[in-house]
């Protein structure tokens, strides 16, 4: 990804804002909603799965492209729905400025204005080091290229949440898939929007057990993978 692109703030289907860069037609969530493609690809297709199969006294999630934070924000509220302790690792190789953050409109849509500062916090919180921004969910962002990865046998959920293989096809590589597995525990899951047949084959070559779900709003598939 090139730095220094134009980047805009737009709206999307759902009501919810995202961040669009023109000369790339790329965005950061789905023009169909963010807020949706959030919680049917991250939260019902990750969260609620991996929960409903097994109890975690803390449940460790890796956030590939920690962007905008929507992923984290939604999984803290869930999370506290259900009483859950997380470990929150997102990481970003090119954190978005906080002056675009402020035109974000999450907490608004979420119907979470309880809970802006925390939404604040995680935004405003130091990389690279880990901020308890409640006592029962733990974030540590790291700026770092996805391609440096070398964590082993440490999370128990993935979420890929790169920019497509259109823009950046290195991020949906055999090299790359091949350090989540390393970085899943056993029984680990993966989740992701895309439902390319590059992606899935390039899964299922390290050894990630490949599902094909049916999609958030405006996408028929996307892909879930297991760590067996």
Same mark, same amino acid.
């Given at each position: 990804?090139?730095?220094?692109?134009? %980047?805009?703030?737009?709206?999307?289907?759902? #009501?919810?804002?995202?961040? +669009?860069?023109? =000369?790339?037609? =790329?965005?950061? +969530?789905?023009?169909? #909603?963010?807020? !949706?493609?959030?919680?049917?690809?991250?939260?019902?297709? &990750?969260?609620? +799965?991996? @929960?409903?199969? %097994?109890?975690?006294? =803390? @449940?460790?999630? @890796? =956030?590939? #492209?920690? #962007?905008? &934070? @929507? !992923?984290?924000?939604?999984?803290y509220l869930e999370a506290l729905r259900i009483s859950q302790k997380i470990n929150y690792i997102g990481v970003e190789a090119y954190p978005v400025p906080l002056d675009e953050i402020k035109f974000l409109n999450y907490v608004d849509q979420l119907s979470a204005l309880n809970y802006q500062t925390v939404f604040d916090k995680m935004h405003q919180s130091s990389w690279n080091d880990r901020t308890m921004i409640s006592s029962s969910f733990f974030l540590t962002k790291r700026k770092q290229l996805f391609l440096d990865i070398d964590d082993k046998n440490c999370f128990n959920l993935i979420y890929f949440d790169a920019f497509g293989a259109r823009v950046q096809p290195e991020l949906w590589s055999v090299d790359i898939f091949e350090k989540m597995y390393e970085a899943l525990m056993d029984k680990g899951v993966l989740v992701t929007y895309s439902a390319k047949g590059s992606v899935r084959r390039a899964m299922q070559e390290v050894g990630f057990v490949v599902e094909r779900l049916p999609g958030p709003p405006g996408k028929r598939e996307m892909l879930r993978a297991t760590k067996n």
């Open positions: 990804m090139k730095e220094n692109l134009k %980047r805009e703030i737009i709206t999307t289907s759902d #009501g919810s804002t995202t961040i +669009h860069f023109p =000369e790339l037609d =790329e965005h950061y +969530h789905s023009i169909h #909603g963010a807020i !949706n493609e959030a919680k049917h690809v991250f939260i019902k297709s &990750g969260f609620d +799965h991996i @929960l409903g199969a %097994r109890n975690f006294p =803390e @449940l460790n999630i @890796l =956030e590939i #492209g920690f #962007g905008t &934070g @929507l !992923n984290a924000f939604i999984t």
